[in-house]
């Protein structure tokens, strides 16, 4: 199994950037991704999900209408399209995988089995 994020950089704030989740090795529909994100010095902290058969799209409060999540399956990837990016943005993202649908556990980095590398999220002006 392989999770590769890709699509960071350096934006400025008020931007936006598009992360890519690339996977193999799973059958996607049958996992849920989350997506996850940790800033120096921060625990890890999990951002959106969305569930298999995308039954269900979570969301973290500070993210709520800036980021959307989504998943394309001929592709096998998942999305993390960010809008209106601010400095407390800035982090490393990380996608990760679990089977079955992660109900209200969704944000705990702890139930999911399989993680990328992360990328680098810089918002700055």
């Known amino acids: 199994v392989q999770l590769v994020e890709s699509g960071g950089g350096l934006v400025q704030p008020g931007g936006s950037l598009r992360l890519s989740c690339a996977t193999s090795?799973?059958?996607?529909?049958?996992?849920?991704i989350g997506w996850f994100r940790q800033a120096p010095g921060k625990e890890r902290e999990g951002i959106s999900c969305?569930?298999?058969?995308?039954?269900?799209?979570y969301y973290v409060d500070s993210v709520k209408g800036r980021f959307t999540i989504s998943r394309d399956y001929a592709k096998k990837s998942v999305y993390l399209e960010m809008n209106s990016l601010k400095p407390e943005d800035t982090a490393v993202y990380y996608c990760a995988a679990v089977p079955g649908k992660p109900g209200t556990r969704w944000y705990e980095d702890i139930i999911y089995d399989y993680w990328g590398q992360g990328t680098q999220v810089t918002v700055s002006s």
């Open positions: 090795g799973i059958t996607l529909n049958y996992y849920t």
């Open positions: 969305i569930s298999n058969s995308d039954d269900a799209i």
